[in-house]
């Protein structure tokens, strides 16, 4: 079982609350999640108003292919994030037994 990790840093210019910032990522999450069948949360930043992280995981019997879907997933991210500037992404490959 390979699980691959997609972790996203977002950073929202208009966002002057916490509300206004889950109102930016709700959808991007929900995009996401209906699109590629991945699990997707905020995992980091919850309480800064104008930065969100975001993770992704995806569970695949290969790795290659977990990969590739995590990369699109970020292709997708970059089409849809509206007002949310990317600043830093990462995916992370693991094997578990």
Do not use: C
């Amino acid at each position: 079982m390979n699980i691959g990790v997609l972790k996203v840093k977002l950073r929202i210019h208009e966002s002057h609350s916490l509300k206004s910032k889950r109102q930016a990522i709700k959808p991007i999450i929900k995009r996401v999640q209906n699109k590629f069948n991945v699990s997707v949360a905020e995992v980091d930043d919850q309480e800064l108003w104008q930065l969100a992280t975001i993770g992704i995981s995806y569970v695949s019997n290969s790795s290659r292919h977990a990969n590739e879907v995590l990369s699109n997933v970020m292709d997708y991210i970059h089409l849809i994030r509206g007002d949310a500037e990317i600043l830093d992404y990462e995916i992370e490959l693991t094997q578990a037994l």
